[in-house]
């Protein structure tokens, strides 16, 4: 099921955040954009608001969801009719490291994995549809995030995102 991304061939969109408001709007925009099955990867640096975006779009589908990092367990899952959310955290992954981590355990046709520092692990990096990078911008609480999609699925969903933010 997994797939390799194509950085030669990849549609990129960017946009800029002012506030925590902002970064659960475009959450909820890409809630709309996507298909599945999906695997997402998020980068940037500690405290740019990677997992914000993740528990914003978690709480779209259950606004009482208690979503935490998966820092330490590594994975957090979360199971509702239409679709399997499943959050990884790459952080204290070491470079050499192996077989932490089966993707293909929870890939199913409603599934999709978000994948915080997807860029500790080449392998997932490689079979990712879409990468969200985010960064700190000049002004403390301003961000920058960049969806790039990579698949043929990736770069559609990136052209709904972006019919999504033209709304």
């Known amino acids: 099921m997994m797939q ?9 969109i960017k946009y800029i955040l ?3 408001a902002q ?4 959450a909820k925009k890409f809630s709309k954009a996507i298909s599945l099955p999906l695997i997402v990867g998020l980068t940037g640096d500690l405290g740019v608001g990677k997992t914000a975006f ?4 978690i709480k779209l589908y259950n606004k009482d969801e208690r979503v935490k990092s998966p820092t330490f367990s590594l994975v957090e899952e979360y199971i509702y009719d239409k679709i399997n959310i499943i959050h990884a955290d790459l952080y204290r992954i070491k470079e050499n490291e192996k077989y932490y981590l089966n993707l293909e355990d929870y890939q ?3 599934s999709l994995i978000l994948i915080e520092w997807i860029n500790n692990d080449q392998k997932f990096m490689a079979c990712s ?3 969200i990078d985010i960064n700190i911008l ?3 609480d301003q961000r920058e995030i960049v969806f ?4 043929e699925q990736g770069k559609k969903i990136i052209k709904n995102i972006e019919d999504a933010f033209k709304k």
Not at 23 to 26: I, S
């Open 4 to 12: 390799t991304m194509n950085k030669t061939n990849m549609k990129t």
């Open 18 to 20: 002012n506030s925590e």
């Open 23 to 26: 970064t659960r709007e475009a």
């Open 54 to 57: 993740i528990r914003s779009f």
């Open 108 to 110: 199913s046709k409603k």
């Open 129 to 131: 549809d879409i990468i």
């Open 138 to 140: 000049d002004k403390k």
């Open 148 to 151: 790039s999609g990579f698949s």
